[in-house]
């Protein structure tokens, strides 16, 4: 069964779709027609099913025959990453919301290549949440993540009380296994700060710290950027199901 995201909510027993790309793709890529069986999420969690009853080139009209609630999560996690060259961040955004991420924050840290201006940072926010809109209707998963705008980590450290499990990998100092702090805490709300491929530099891990982050060890391979992000957030994942 074909699965869509409806901006809006349901009026009475109908959902409207009237994002030109998505009416574009039922109709003429798709080609469904009156009467076939369809869900459509909400993007918060929300699903319903029921079956195409009127299509056009503005909107298509879905008449809703089953609701189902939105389902919730023990635990919420947040990756902050920051943000590597060419489109690789792309890439983190399809898999990390694949993988069930409530939160991403592109990370702008002092070693972080790519410098972006504001029009840039708009239009890359405005790409990425694209980006996780499709994954999340490609990967059966009923909320779409919040794609937060480019942010300076001091921002985020300032943020630090919002979450009472935090941690950054880093390859310097002393750190924690990430088993071994999974295993003896009970976290309900996670950020995991992912540096860029000069690591950390060693005052904003001093300043992470200061802000209750723990360092941890992801093992002894240099990761990049794309790769650590994923393996940070497959692990948690498998680790709190």
Known sequence: MHRFYAAKPPSGNSVIIDDARQVHHIREVLRLKTGEAVAVFDGTGNEYLGTIEKTDKQQVCIGVTERKPAAVRPVRITIA?????QTRMDDIVDKLTQLGVDAIIPLE??????????????????????????????????????????????????????????????LAGEK??????????????????????????????????????????????????????????????????
């Open 176 to 241: 924690k296994h990430l088993r071994d702090i999974l295993a003896e805490s009970k976290p309900k709300n996670i950020i995991v700060l992912i540096g860029p491929e000069g690591d950390f530099t060693p005052e904003e891990v001093a300043q992470a710290q200061k802000a209750g982050f723990i360092p941890v060890s992801l093992g002894k391979s240099v990761l990049r950027v794309d790769t650590a992000a994923i393996a940070v957030a497959s692990y948690i994942s498998l680790a709190i199901t």
């Open 81 to 85: 990453c920051a943000v590597p060259k």
């Open 109 to 170: 840290t002092e070693r972080v290549i790519v410098k972006l201006d504001e029009r840039h940072k708009a239009a890359k926010l405005h790409r990425w949440q694209k980006i996780a809109q499709s994954a999340t209707e490609q990967s059966q998963r009923g909320a779409i993540p919040l794609i937060e705008p480019v942010t300076a980590i001091g921002d985020v450290l300032r943020r630090a009380a919002d979450y009472d499990l935090k941690l950054i990998p880093t």
